[in-house]
């Protein structure tokens, strides 16, 4: 008899990614996103710059005033950091994109 084919792995909590490892979120209100090479870096309203390590970030609270580009976007998403838009101080949550749905976007397309 031929040797069947596992379709489905199981999953165990060794094969999960470590939480641990990244920071969970950090929230950022009144000033832009935008690349520096192929880094994210923060613009405050009093046009600080503050680079952000996106890959030790899980999640990136974008509050009211904030500016994103589209290349920060899919830095962020190459990262598998998550973006959420969300009001001030983070009482009302709008929407959010992660990594995996916008490659699931672009494959569509």
């Known amino acids: 008899m031929s040797e069947k084919v596992r379709l489905l792995v199981k999953v165990t909590r060794d094969t999960l990614p470590q939480v641990k490892d990244k ?4 929230y950022l209100e009144r000033g832009r996103l935008e690349i520096d090479d192929s880094s994210i870096k923060w613009i405050d309203a009093e046009a600080n710059v503050v680079p952000l390590p996106v890959a030790t970030l899980n999640t990136i609270l974008l509050g009211p005033g904030t500016t994103v580009t589209h290349e920060a976007i899919k830095v962020a998403a190459a990262a598998n950091c998550s973006i959420c838009w969300v009001g001030e101080d983070s009482l009302l949550f709008y929407t959010e994109i ?3 749905q916008l490659v699931i976007e672009t494959l569509k397309n």
Do not use: A, D
């Open 98 to 100: 992660s990594g995996l």
């Open 23 to 26: 920071y969970p979120f950090i």
